[in-house]
T-cell receptor, first 114, second 112 residues
Framework: KAGVTQTPRYLIKTRGQQVTLSCSPISGHRSVSWYQQTPGQGLQFLFEYFSETQRNKGNFPGRFSGRQFSNSRSEMNVSTLELGDSALYLC?????????????FGEGSRLTVL | GEDVEQSLFLSVREGDSSVINCTYTDSSSTYLYWYKQEPGAGLQLLTYIFSNMDMKQDQRLTVLLNKKDKHLSLRIADTQTGDSAIYFCAEKDGGSQGNLIFGKGTKLSVKP
């Protein structure tokens, strides 16, 4: 079956703009988590959605937001972009609200902020 | 807060065994994981171990858990050039959050 699909794969934005990233989980998976990956900080948890509800949230400012639709697809939005938001944004899906933590990752959306 | 530490680099020769080490701080972690990331790709779950186990073997992979020392290791037997990647150790937050906390990754280089 198809894996986790993230779009777009690459994008370039300028400071102050906003961006929306999309994630389609594996069919039947109802939980979607988002992580930010940077060389300096590694992988940092952004948030997790399950049944259209945000279940967990990491330590990121309010400029980072997300949502989940009834078909389990998820989007994350970053407003008022800063240079430090340049990163690989990874989406991961799992069958249920993190039980064993067996996450299936997409290939990521690489955001460059100029 | 919770933290996961691992060395950043490891270099081995093809055919040798690789051992990647990790320490974690959250004694209430229920599961511990090893993920692999190849260049330009997302993370792939390699294996995980439940906290009440001390060893798990899966083909060339052996995971050892020392819960007293909060130390986790991944041994790759007969390492191949295709094993070159970044390996992440992760723990499941034992608190109410339940999200995964990742180490910064160990870059494994396999020389022919």
């Amino acid at each position: 079956k198809a894996g986790v699909t993230q779009t777009p794969r690459y994008l370039i934005k300028t400071r102050g703009q906003q961006v929306t990233l999309s994630c389609s989980p594996i069919s039947g998976h109802r939980s979607v988590s988002w992580y930010q990956q940077t060389p300096g900080q590694g992988l940092q948890f952004l948030f997790e959605y399950f049944s259209e509800t945000q279940r967990n949230k990491g330590n990121f400012p309010g400029r980072f937001s997300g949502r989940q639709f009834s078909n389990s697809r998820s989007e994350m939005n970053v407003s008022t972009l800063e240079l430090g938001d340049s990163a690989l944004y990874l989406c991961a899906s799992s069958l249920d609200h993190i039980n064993t933590g067996e996450l299936f990752f997409g290939e990521g959306s690489r955001l460059t902020v100029l | 807060g919770e933290d996961v530490e691992q060395s950043l680099f490891l270099s081995v020769r093809e055919g040798d065994s690789s051992v990647i080490n990790c320490t974690y701080t959250d004694s209430s972690s229920t599961y511990l994981y090893w993920y692999k990331q190849e260049p330009g790709a997302g993370l792939q779950l390699l294996t995980y171990i439940f906290s009440n186990m001390d060893m798990k073997q899966d083909q060339r992979l052996t995971v050892l858990l020392n819960k007293k020392d909060k130390h986790l290791s991944l041994r790759i037997a007969d390492t191949q050039t295709g094993d070159s990647a970044i390996y992440f150790c992760a723990e499941k937050d034992g608190g109410s959050q339940g999200n995964l906390i990742f180490g910064k990754g160990t870059k494994l280089s396999v020389k022919p």
